[in-house]
Nanobody, 115 residues
Framework: QVQLVESGGGLVQAGGSLRLSCAASGTISSIHLMGWYRQAPGKQRELVARITTGGSTYYADSVKGRFTISRDNAKNTVYLQMNSLKPEDTAVYYC?????????WGQGTQVTVSS
């Protein structure tokens, strides 16, 4: 069973930066989408950013211009560069990979932005 391993979360002051990484523990064939979601306390999980195999990207309005998603197809790895972080970005961030056969989720990594 392929697992997604996330890293890079932590505590940062407002205005700071973090880079999240998500790597698959094995090979995933026929990947369509790779992305990041987040869930803040008391709120629903929301899509933050996603990227297609061809490199097309989507960002939530709340992170446009601050976050950048990228991927390494050969390594089945997806990254999220987060700049100009705000306290409202505080959440558990989850990696997501959608392939033809399955949908994979990471275990989540905590991002806390202090004011």
């Amino acid at each position: 069973q392929v697992q997604l391993v996330e890293s890079g979360g932590g505590l940062v002051q407002a205005g700071g930066s973090l880079r999240l990484s998500c790597a698959a523990s094995g090979t995933i064939s026929s990947i369509h989408l790779m992305g990041w979601y987040r869930q803040a306390p008391g709120k629903q999980r929301e899509l933050v950013a996603r990227i297609t195999t061809g490199g097309s990207t989507y960002y939530a309005d709340s992170v446009k211009g601050r976050f950048t998603i990228s991927r390494d197809n050969a390594k089945n790895t997806v990254y999220l560069q987060m700049n100009s972080l705000k306290p409202e970005d505080t959440a558990v961030y989850y990696c997501n990979i959608v392939s033809t056969a399955n949908i994979y989720w990471g275990q989540g990594t905590q991002v806390t932005v202090s004011s």
